[in-house]
């Protein structure tokens, strides 16, 4: 594996300036949010990010509202967090079905929709599920 800088940004702006600066020099640069298939992606050296951007300490991406008209899921939320919502078993059932479907308990603390949606994993979460909600990523 190739050496990487690694950034953890503490704040929504300085996150998006990383990836800025880097787009800019044309640094392959990839977000961190649960991590769990990006160590392995990593082996493979024409996938391999210059810069990991860890995402998951932003407030931003560690919201979870779910309301009567829309639910916002943050990127960086575990699975076993999404789990264990009461108000978001009740509202979408089938979306926190397919999360409780993926990986150990292990992975399902590091796992996240964010970071599933991004690697488009096959054994990722199935987001067909969450297509009938209007979802808008």
Same mark, same amino acid.
């Given at each position: 594996?190739?050496? +990487? *800088?690694? %950034?953890?940004?503490?704040?929504?702006?300085?996150?998006?300036?990383?990836?800025? !600066?880097?787009?800019? /020099?044309? =640094?392959?640069?990839?977000?961190?949010?649960?991590? @769990?298939?990006?160590?392995?992606?990593?082996?493979?050296?024409?996938? *391999?990010?210059?810069?990991?951007?860890?995402?998951?300490?932003?407030?931003? @991406?560690?919201?979870? %509202? =779910?309301? *009567?008209?829309?639910?916002?899921? #943050?990127?960086?939320?575990?699975?076993?967090?999404? @789990? !264990?919502?009461?108000?978001?078993? !009740?509202?979408?059932?089938?979306?926190?079905?397919?999360?409780?479907?993926? #990986?150990?308990?292990?992975?399902?603390? /590091? *796992?996240?929709? #964010? #970071?599933?949606?991004?690697? !488009?994993?096959?054994? %990722?979460?199935? +987001?067909? /599920?969450?297509?009938?909600?209007?979802?808008?990523?």
């Amino acid at each position: 594996m190739e050496s +990487f *800088a690694y %950034a953890a940004p503490t704040t929504l702006d300085e996150a998006l300036e990383i990836l800025r !600066a880097n787009q800019r /020099r044309k =640094v392959r640069t990839q977000l961190l949010a649960g991590g @769990t298939d990006m160590l392995v992606q990593m082996r493979t050296v024409d996938r *391999a990010p210059r810069v990991i951007v860890d995402v998951k300490h932003l407030k931003e @991406t560690n919201r979870l %509202a =779910v309301g *009567a008209g829309e639910t916002f899921v #943050g990127a960086a939320i575990p699975g076993v967090v999404l @789990t !264990a919502d009461a108000k978001l078993n !009740a509202r979408h059932p089938g979306l926190v079905e397919a999360v409780d479907l993926i #990986g150990s308990s292990q992975i399902q603390g /590091r *796992a996240s929709l #964010g #970071g599933n949606l991004c690697n !488009a994993s096959p054994a %990722a979460i199935p +987001f067909p /599920r969450s297509s009938p909600m209007a979802a808008y990523v």
